[in-house]
């Protein structure tokens, strides 16, 4: 059985938004068509209480981008962005969610990040997503979404570690690529034993 899983398809992530990914929310038909070609369809959705301990403004002098070390390992500090509620956290009006058999949000503990969509960046808390696509009897899945360098690499990534088979559509996402980020990402994906498409 096959999942999809559409990685952080919302308006912070595309043009306008907070965290704008180039050409983000020109993947959004391509998701939609995908939907129908797959078993299960899963969104994930970033959903950060306010002062989030990621954000650039909840650290006196810090700017977003900036690293800084947290008690789980290493943080790019962001902008503020996906709060929960807001008009930036909610999909992007493009995406067709009526085909979503489950919502998966992520980051809403304020002490530590979650980029991927299995564990927060401590790598131990779970987000319940492993359990749910086993449950279903899902084994493969295919990666969509944004961003590629980050949320949809460190998810496939997961993935693969959870035993899961994981192909990433890559022209069904964009990067952000920070410092040679996607780059990175992509080879550490192929390592990884990812199937780039």
Excluded at 129 to 138: D, K, Q, V
Aim: charged share 20%.
């Amino acid at each position: 059985m096959n999942c999809l899983v559409v990685v952080d398809p919302q308006n912070d992530f595309c043009p306008g938004g907070a965290l704008a990914v180039e050409g983000g929310d020109q993947i959004m038909p391509s998701i939609n068509e995908m939907m129908a070609a797959h078993d299960l369809v899963v969104l994930t959705q970033d959903w950060h209480p306010q002062n989030h301990s990621s954000f650039a403004s909840s650290h006196p002098g810090k700017t977003p981008l900036e690293m800084i070390d947290m008690s789980y390992g290493p943080q790019v500090l962001w902008p503020d962005h996906c709060i929960q509620r807001s008009d930036g956290a909610a999909f992007h009006p493009a995406l067709d969610t009526s085909r979503a058999a489950a919502i998966i949000r992520k980051g809403m503990n304020p002490a530590v990040d979650s980029y991927s969509a299995f564990f927060e960046n401590d790598k131990k808390t779970q987000t319940g997503l492993a359990g749910y696509l086993r449950e279903t009897g899902c084994t493969q899945l295919t990666l969509a979404g944004l961003a590629t360098d980050f949320c949809v690499a460190w998810s496939a990534l997961d993935g693969v570690a959870e035993g899961f088979e994981v192909e990433v559509r890559l022209a069904s996402c964009r990067g952000i690529d920070f410092d040679g980020s996607l780059d990175a990402a992509l080879e550490n994906m192929r390592k990884s034993g990812v199937k780039l498409v």
